[in-house]
């Protein structure tokens, strides 16, 4: 019988298991939908150097730098060192991700061991998250977008260290495929032109 654990990984499930979510699952999900700080607060575990895994408890300024960066496209965060300015926006990006499914994100730094340390950060929240919430994550593209370029940049020996155990070419096309059907109708039906 094969693991229903991501490539060995106890707190990841498998993208194909089936998970049922009782009604309060689904309130809770919506709810986090919603409200970053309420989904940070509840939900994402940082490494603490004297307690380690804790929950993330948000500082008053945090909760600013939040709601600027849901309410505005453009922020500029004018702050010292060691402030968890890093953490904080580690947090508000798995949020964006987890609950906007036409989103993307860059993780740009000066240097890569930098962005690579952002990028843990983010995967360590997620693998500490409810296995549930972790599941709504395989239906938007990003995770199939991702699984497409594996498929093109790693070496085919790689394939068998999928969850699948291949690189799902015709699953990975179709969903997204399904996806570009969806995204085309929508906008579609919801542009207009404005005369200024």
């Known amino acids: 019988m094969a ?3 991501y490539l060995g990984n106890p707190r990841l ?12 699952q689904v309130a809770e999900y919506i709810k986090c939908s919603e409200d970053p ?9 940082i490494v603490n150097i004297d307690k380690g895994l804790i ?23 004018k702050m010292p060192r060691q402030v968890g ?10 949020w964006r991700v987890l609950f906007n499914e036409h989103y993307s994100v860059a993780i740009l730094a000066n240097k890569d061991k930098k962005a690579r340390e952002i990028l843990d950060r983010i995967q360590k929240m997620f693998e500490n998250l409810p296995q549930w919430m972790q599941q709504v994550a ?24 999928e969850v699948a155990g291949s690189w799902e070419t015709g699953r990975t096309f179709a969903i997204i495929g399904a996806w570009l059907v969806v995204g085309l109708i929508w906008a579609i039906r919801s542009f207009k032109w404005e005369r200024h």
């Not at 499930?13 to 309060?24: F, G, I, L, M, S």
């Not at 929950?55 to 505005?72: D, V």
């Not at 395989?138 to 394939?159: E, H, N, Y």
């Open 55 to 77: 929950m993330f408890p948000l500082w008053e300024f945090q909760k600013e730098m939040i709601l600027a960066f849901e309410e505005n496209r453009f922020v500029i965060c």
């Open 37 to 45: 700080i309420y989904f940070i607060l509840t939900y994402c575990k």
């Open 85 to 94: 300015k890093t953490t904080t926006t580690a947090g508000f990006i798995l």
């Open 3 to 5: 693991s229903e654990n």
């Open 13 to 24: 499930k498998r993208a194909d298991t089936k998970v049922e979510y009782t009604p309060e």
């Open 138 to 161: 395989a239906i938007f593209p990003l995770k199939w977008m991702t699984q497409g370029a594996r498929s093109v940049f790693l070496p085919d020996s790689f394939a068998a260290q």
